[in-house]
């Protein structure tokens, strides 16, 4: 079965760079949510998407903005990278029912701030 | 790869026997919860769910109970196998449409 897609897997920057996390979700998913995952940290929620609206938000800095498009794939875009930004990035999708639904995660961007 | 959890409290259990996982939950608005297992490189994985009007779901060697009067969650692993060790996390949704809260997690570590 088709999985939620990240790329790049790795991704390797320097202070105040940006950089571009792109996410696919499962076909017929129509919500996506954006995580950040620090070393020996539980995942942190950052921000979702319904149907290409901006469905929550949580911890996301101000620096950093996401979107999802037409195809619902979903890019997460940050800018002035910090050394603290480095950690593990998931991007996990749902089909929103009339009942909760689980997420199902990607295997995630490893950014890592030089 | 960077290892998951470097500094996550730790269960280790002998291969064949029962593990169990213990969660206390936040919210006591949240009606939706999922366990899911974490190996090192990789995304969280579902692997079972429960909600609110229910206080135990099985699936196969793995149960969920749920507390609600203490806002405790536990997933217990039935003749735990060496593919089970992996970092455990339980999520908590705080109502339809909105995001999941993660607690921390627990390395699960079965020796042989």
């Known amino acids: 079965a088709a999985g939620v897609i990240q790329s790049p897997r790795h991704l390797i920057k320097e202070k105040r760079e940006t950089a571009t996390l792109k996410c696919y979700p499962i076909?017929?998913?129509?919500?996506v949510y954006w995580y950040q995952q620090g070393p020996g940290q539980d995942p942190q929620f950052l921000i979702s998407?319904?149907?290409?609206?901006?469905?929550d938000k949580g911890s996301i800095p101000d620096r950093f903005s996401a979107q999802q498009f037409s195809d619902y794939h979903s890019e997460l875009n940050m800018s002035s990278l910090e050394l603290g930004d480095s950690a593990l990035y998931f991007c996990?999708?749902?089909?929103?029912?009339?009942?909760?639904?689980?997420?199902?995660f990607g295997n995630g961007t490893r950014l890592t701030v030089t | 790869g960077e290892s998951v959890g470097l500094h996550l409290p730790t269960l280790s259990v002998q291969e064949g026997d029962n593990s169990i996982i213990n969660c206390a939950y936040s919210?006591?608005?949240?009606?939706?919860f999922i366990w899911y297992k974490q190996e090192s490189g990789k995304g969280p994985q579902f692997i079972i769910d429960?909600?609110?009007?229910?206080d135990k779901r099985q699936g196969q060697r793995v149960t969920v109970l749920l507390n609600k009067t203490v806002k405790h969650l536990s997933l217990q692993i039935a003749a735990t196998q060496p593919g089970d060790s992996a970092v455990y996390f339980c999520a908590e949704n705080q109502g339809y449409g909105q995001n999941f809260v993660f607690g921390p997690g627990t390395r699960l570590s079965v020796l042989p």
């Open positions: 076909p017929r998913h129509d919500t």
């Open positions: 919210n006591s608005a949240s009606d939706y």
């Open positions: 429960i909600r609110s009007n229910m």
């Open positions: 998407f319904y149907e290409k609206m901006q469905s």
């Open positions: 996990a999708s749902s089909r929103r029912t009339g009942n909760n639904s689980p997420l199902h």
